[in-house]
C-alpha cells in the first residue's frame, strides 16, 4: 500500500542549529531525511511510520569534510561520492574508500550518506565495519549540546542506538593513524552493485618484527550489529602467522560471530565465508610484509657478509646462543638470501657436538620466567620475551603447572626444557612438555635440538628486518 | 529551500526541467518521479522497483546521478533536472541516444532513458571510459532484456564518436 504525500510534512528550516530546536521541541516526534535512499524506501512501501519529517539534505554544516593533523572529521551529511572524491579518504581510509564505492550504484552513492549509513543500524551496512577497524568516534549534536562517543558503542543491539530523541548525529571522527596499516576489504554478495552484503568485512594490521600487531577485524552482516571480531584479533595479535594460526583464527571467528539464516544467506555459509576471509586477510598480511621486508632482509645480510669475522659472530650470536654455531654461520659468508642463510644455519646447527647444543639451550630463560642460565645479549631477551608473551598473558593455575613440569624435566634431563613457544599458547605448551617429560634421554635431545634450531629460524628472520 | 513548520497542504516550489524554469504547487513529500510523470507529462523516466534499485527513473538533478523514486520533490526545490526528453537538440538525438539506436542497446525500451542518463553522466566525468568503467557507471541501471553488452557497446561507441567528430 503507497503513502499519500498528503499524510506526510517534510519541513525544511534550512539550518543546523533550527534543525536542532525543532528535534528538541518535540523529541522521537520528526524523522531527519538526507538523500532519501532508506526512508524513501519504506515511505514508498507505505511502511514509514513518521508523519513528520525534517530535511537535512545537502545541509552545508553536516556536508564537509574538514582535515587536522590528528584526524579527519566527516560531516554526517557527506555522500559515497563525496567520500570517494576525497583524497585524504582515497589514501589514508582505503577500506572507507572501498565501502562507498561498493554502495548501491551510482545514483545512491550520489544520494546516500555516511551518517544515514550509521543511523539506519543496519548489520549489512557496507561502511559500518571500516569505521570500527578506524577506532571512529562520533559527534552527537542536540539543544543540549554536542557529546563525542565512540562509534565502537553506537550499536547497542539490532536497529538500536545511543542516539537519543532529540539527537542527531552531526559527524565521524577518524584518526589519521593508519595510513601504514595493511588494509583488506571484501564484500560477499550475490551481485557486485546494488547488493546487499551475505558477509563483508574490512581489516587492517602491521607485522612488527615477524608478528602481526594491532589487528582489527570487523564484519557485517554476522551478527545484530556490525561486529569487531576481539576474540579473534586477541589470538592473532602478538603471533606469527603461522598455517597453525591461521586454523586458530577461522575457529575462534567463527565463535565471534552470531550469524543468522535469512533471504540472503544461511548462518553455515556465512560462517565459512567469515572464516575464509578472515584466513584471506592474514595470508595477504603476511604476504604483504614478506614482499616489504625482502629489501630490507637484502641489506642486513649485505651489511653482515662485509663485516668482520668478530663483529660478524658476534651480530650473529643472539639468533641462537650457540659460539661453535655462530663461528660456523661466519664462515659460510657471503650469503646472499634469506634462503641461503636458513640453509646454512640448519646444516651448521646439525654438525655441532651435544655441548655446543647445550650451550645455546641455556641462553633461554626458563619457559615462563625472564633470566636465563647465561646472562644472555639484550636482542635475545627482548626476543625470548617476544616468544613467550603467550605465557606471561596465562592464567595462573597453568602458570604454576608449567613450573612444576619444567622442574621435573630439569631433574629428569638436567638442563632446561626448550620449545620453540611462538605462535603457541600456554596450555599447548604444557601439553607439549607433558608428553616430552616421557622421551628417553637420547630422543629428548634431538627433539630439543630440532625445537632450538626452528627458534633459531624465526630469530633470523626478524634479525633480516634489521 | 525553507518552508514553515507543520504544514501538511502543498507548497509552491520553483526548479528547472530541461532548461524551462517551473513553478510548480506540490505535496513536499510527493516523489519528484511523479511529479515528472504526473504534473508535467514527462513519462520517459519509469518506475521500475520505487526503491533505488533498478535506476530506470534516474534523472539529473544538478548534474548528479539520482533515482527520481527516493527524492522527495521539496529537495529538487531550485535545482536544474535533466530527463531523458531534456538530452536531444531539437530534431537531432543526442551522441548516446544515437549510439543505442546503431548497437542495439534498447529493446523493450524501459531500462533505456535510465541507462542513457546514467552512461551521460559517466561521459561527463570521464569521456574515454574503459569497458569496466562503463559497467560500473551503469551497474545501478538492470536491463531485463539481457542486454548489457550492446549497451556497453553503445556507450563506448558514442564516447569514440564524441571523441571524433
Same mark, same amino acid.
Given at each position: 500500500?503507497?503513502?499519500?504525500?498528503?499524510?506526510?510534512?517534510?519541513?525544511?528550516?534550512?539550518?543546523?542549529?533550527?534543525?536542532?530546536?525543532?528535534?528538541?521541541?518535540?523529541?522521537?516526534?520528526?524523522?531527519?531525511?538526507?538523500?532519501?535512499?532508506?526512508?524513501?524506501?519504506?515511505?514508498?512501501?507505505?511502511?514509514?511510520?513518521?508523519?513528520?519529517?525534517?530535511?537535512?539534505?545537502?545541509?552545508?554544516?553536516?556536508?564537509?569534510?574538514?582535515?587536522?593533523?590528528?584526524?579527519?572529521?566527516?560531516?554526517?551529511?557527506?555522500?559515497?561520492?563525496?567520500?570517494?572524491?576525497?583524497?585524504?579518504?582515497?589514501?589514508?581510509?582505503?577500506?572507507?574508500?572501498?565501502?562507498?564505492?561498493?554502495?548501491?550504484?551510482?545514483?545512491?552513492?550520489?544520494?546516500?550518506?555516511?551518517?544515514?549509513?550509521?543511523?539506519?543500524?543496519?548489520?549489512?551496512?557496507?561502511?559500518?565495519?571500516?569505521?570500527?577497524?578506524?577506532?571512529?568516534?562520533?559527534?552527537?549534536?542536540?539543544?543540549?549540546?554536542?557529546?563525542?562517543?565512540?562509534?565502537?558503542?553506537?550499536?547497542?543491539?539490532?536497529?538500536?542506538?545511543?542516539?537519543?530523541?532529540?539527537?542527531?548525529?552531526?559527524?565521524?571522527?577518524?584518526?589519521?593513524?593508519?595510513?601504514?596499516?595493511?588494509?583488506?576489504?571484501?564484500?560477499?554478495?550475490?551481485?557486485?552493485?546494488?547488493?546487499?552484503?551475505?558477509?563483508?568485512?574490512?581489516?587492517?594490521?602491521?607485522?612488527?618484527?615477524?608478528?602481526?600487531?594491532?589487528?582489527?577485524?570487523?564484519?557485517?552482516?554476522?551478527?545484530?550489529?556490525?561486529?569487531?571480531?576481539?576474540?579473534?584479533?586477541?589470538?592473532?595479535?602478538?603471533?606469527?602467522?603461522?598455517?597453525?594460526?591461521?586454523?586458530?583464527?577461522?575457529?575462534?571467528?567463527?565463535?565471534?560471530?552470531?550469524?543468522?539464516?535469512?533471504?540472503?544467506?544461511?548462518?553455515?555459509?556465512?560462517?565459512?565465508?567469515?572464516?575464509?576471509?578472515?584466513?584471506?586477510?592474514?595470508?595477504?598480511?603476511?604476504?604483504?610484509?614478506?614482499?616489504?621486508?625482502?629489501?630490507?632482509?637484502?641489506?642486513?645480510?649485505?651489511?653482515?657478509?662485509?663485516?668482520?669475522?668478530?663483529?660478524?659472530?658476534?651480530?650473529?650470536?643472539?639468533?641462537?646462543?650457540?659460539?661453535?654455531?655462530?663461528?660456523?654461520?661466519?664462515?659460510?659468508?657471503?650469503?646472499?638470501?634469506?634462503?641461503?642463510?636458513?640453509?646454512?644455519?640448519?646444516?651448521?646447527?646439525?654438525?655441532?657436538?651435544?655441548?655446543?647444543?647445550?650451550?645455546?639451550?641455556?641462553?633461554?630463560?626458563?619457559?615462563?620466567?625472564?633470566?636465563?642460565?647465561?646472562?644472555?645479549?639484550?636482542?635475545?631477551?627482548?626476543?625470548?620475551?617476544?616468544?613467550?608473551?603467550?605465557?606471561?598473558?596465562?592464567?595462573?593455575?597453568?602458570?604454576?603447572?608449567?613450573?612444576?613440569?619444567?622442574?621435573?624435566?630439569?631433574?629428569?634431563?638436567?638442563?632446561?626444557?626448550?620449545?620453540?613457544?611462538?605462535?603457541?599458547?600456554?596450555?599447548?605448551?604444557?601439553?607439549?612438555?607433558?608428553?616430552?617429560?616421557?622421551?628417553?634421554?637420547?630422543?629428548?635431545?634431538?627433539?630439543?635440538?630440532?625445537?632450538?634450531?626452528?627458534?633459531?629460524?624465526?630469530?633470523?628472520?626478524?634479525?633480516?628486518?634489521? | 529551500?525553507?518552508?514553515?513548520?507543520?504544514?501538511?497542504?502543498?507548497?509552491?516550489?520553483?526548479?528547472?526541467?530541461?532548461?524551462?524554469?517551473?513553478?510548480?504547487?506540490?505535496?513536499?513529500?510527493?516523489?519528484?518521479?511523479?511529479?515528472?510523470?504526473?504534473?508535467?507529462? $514527462?513519462?520517459? %523516466?519509469?518506475?521500475? /522497483? !520505487?526503491?533505488?534499485? @533498478? *535506476?530506470? &527513473?534516474?534523472?539529473? #538533478?544538478?548534474?548528479?546521478?539520482?533515482?527520481?523514486?527516493?527524492?522527495?520533490?521539496?529537495?529538487?526545490?531550485?535545482?536544474?533536472?535533466?530527463?531523458?526528453?531534456?538530452?536531444?537538440?531539437?530534431?537531432?538525438?543526442?551522441? $548516446?541516444?544515437? %549510439?543505442?539506436?546503431? /548497437? !542495439?542497446?534498447?529493446? @523493450? *525500451?524501459? &531500462?533505456?532513458?535510465? #541507462?542513457?542518463?546514467?552512461?551521460?553522466?559517466?561521459?561527463?566525468?570521464?569521456?574515454?571510459?574503459?569497458?569496466?568503467?562503463?559497467?560500473?557507471?551503469?551497474?545501478?541501471?538492470?536491463?531485463?532484456?539481457?542486454?548489457?553488452?550492446?549497451?556497453?557497446?553503445?556507450?563506448?561507441?558514442?564516447?569514440?564518436?564524441?571523441?571524433?567528430?
Amino acid at each position: 500500500m503507497r503513502s499519500n504525500p498528503s499524510d506526510y510534512e517534510l519541513a525544511a528550516p534550512g539550518n543546523l542549529q533550527a534543525i536542532v530546536s525543532l528535534i528538541g521541541s518535540e523529541p522521537g516526534k520528526w524523522l531527519p531525511i538526507a538523500g532519501g535512499t532508506d526512508v524513501m524506501v519504506q515511505y514508498a512501501a507505505g511502511k514509514l511510520p513518521a508523519l513528520k519529517l525534517l530535511n537535512i539534505w545537502n545541509l552545508p554544516e553536516l556536508r564537509r569534510i574538514e582535515v587536522s593533523a590528528d584526524e579527519i572529521r566527516i560531516g554526517a551529511g557527506s555522500t559515497y561520492t563525496d567520500l570517494r572524491k576525497n583524497s585524504i579518504v582515497e589514501n589514508e581510509f582505503p577500506l572507507l574508500a572501498s565501502a562507498a564505492r561498493w554502495t548501491g550504484g551510482i545514483a545512491n552513492q550520489n544520494r546516500g550518506t555516511i551518517g544515514g549509513n550509521i543511523v539506519n543500524a543496519s548489520p549489512a551496512a557496507d561502511s559500518l565495519p571500516a569505521l570500527l577497524v578506524y577506532d571512529a568516534d562520533l559527534i552527537l549534536v542536540s539543544v543540549r549540546g554536542e557529546r563525542r562517543v565512540t562509534y565502537a558503542s553506537f550499536h547497542t543491539g539490532y536497529k538500536k542506538t545511543l542516539l537519543a530523541q532529540d539527537e542527531l548525529v552531526k559527524a565521524v571522527c577518524l584518526p589519521r593513524r593508519f595510513s601504514e596499516y595493511f588494509a583488506y576489504a571484501r564484500k560477499v554478495g550475490a551481485r557486485k552493485a546494488q547488493a546487499i552484503a551475505k558477509v563483508c568485512i574490512a581489516a587492517a594490521g602491521r607485522v612488527v618484527n615477524g608478528s602481526a600487531e594491532d589487528v582489527r577485524i570487523a564484519l557485517g552482516s554476522v551478527a545484530p550489529v556490525p561486529l569487531r571480531l576481539t576474540g579473534t584479533e586477541k589470538t592473532v595479535n602478538g603471533k606469527i602467522i603461522s598455517a597453525d594460526l591461521l586454523r586458530l583464527a577461522r575457529q575462534t571467528a567463527a565463535a565471534d560471530i552470531r550469524p543468522i539464516d535469512d533471504i540472503r544467506s544461511t548462518a553455515r555459509y556465512r560462517t565459512a565465508v567469515a572464516g575464509n576471509l578472515v584466513v584471506e586477510f592474514l595470508t595477504r598480511l603476511n604476504a604483504e610484509q614478506a614482499s616489504g621486508d625482502f629489501r630490507e632482509a637484502k641489506d642486513v645480510l649485505t651489511k653482515w657478509n662485509a663485516l668482520s669475522r668478530d663483529e660478524a659472530i658476534k651480530t650473529i650470536l643472539p639468533c641462537c646462543g650457540s659460539r661453535a654455531w655462530a663461528h660456523g654461520m661466519a664462515s659460510h659468508r657471503p650469503l646472499t638470501d634469506e634462503a641461503a642463510l636458513l640453509a646454512a644455519s640448519s646444516d651448521v646447527w646439525r654438525s655441532l657436538t651435544t655441548s655446543d647444543w647445550v650451550e645455546a639451550f641455556q641462553s633461554h630463560p626458563r619457559i615462563g620466567e625472564s633470566r636465563a642460565e647465561q646472562p644472555p645479549p639484550a636482542q635475545s631477551v627482548e626476543w625470548s620475551t617476544q616468544e613467550q608473551r603467550a605465557i606471561a598473558d596465562a592464567d595462573a593455575a597453568v602458570k604454576k603447572a608449567l613450573a612444576d613440569a619444567n622442574r621435573e624435566y630439569e631433574r629428569r634431563f638436567n638442563r632446561i626444557f626448550i620449545v620453540c613457544a611462538g605462535g603457541k599458547s600456554a596450555g599447548e605448551i604444557l601439553e607439549i612438555l607433558q608428553r616430552r617429560l616421557n622421551n628417553n634421554a637420547d630422543t629428548e635431545l634431538q627433539e630439543a635440538a630440532e625445537q632450538q634450531r626452528q627458534i633459531t629460524e624465526l630469530r633470523l628472520r626478524k634479525w633480516l628486518q634489521g | 529551500m525553507s518552508n514553515s513548520v507543520g504544514s501538511r497542504s502543498k507548497v509552491n516550489i520553483s526548479l528547472t526541467v530541461n532548461g524551462e524554469p517551473k513553478t510548480l504547487s506540490v505535496y513536499p513529500m510527493e516523489r519528484l518521479l511523479d511529479v515528472l510523470r504526473l504534473d508535467l507529462g $514527462l513519462t520517459g %523516466a519509469k518506475e521500475g /522497483c !520505487g526503491e533505488g534499485e @533498478c *535506476g530506470s &527513473c534516474s534523472v539529473l #538533478m544538478d548534474g548528479m546521478l539520482v533515482n527520481s523514486c527516493l527524492v522527495p520533490v521539496l529537495q529538487s526545490a531550485g535545482s536544474n533536472i535533466v530527463t531523458i526528453e531534456g538530452l536531444q537538440a531539437g530534431e537531432t538525438l543526442h551522441a $548516446l541516444q544515437q %549510439a543505442f539506436l546503431d /548497437c !542495439g542497446g534498447a529493446q @523493450c *525500451g524501459i &531500462c533505456t532513458p535510465g #541507462m542513457i542518463l546514467a552512461a551521460s553522466h559517466l561521459l561527463s566525468a570521464i569521456p574515454e571510459p574503459t569497458s569496466e568503467e562503463i559497467r560500473e557507471g551503469l551497474a545501478g541501471n538492470l536491463c531485463r532484456c539481457t542486454g548489457y553488452s550492446q549497451i556497453v557497446e553503445a556507450v563506448a561507441e558514442a564516447a569514440r564518436r564524441r571523441m571524433t567528430p
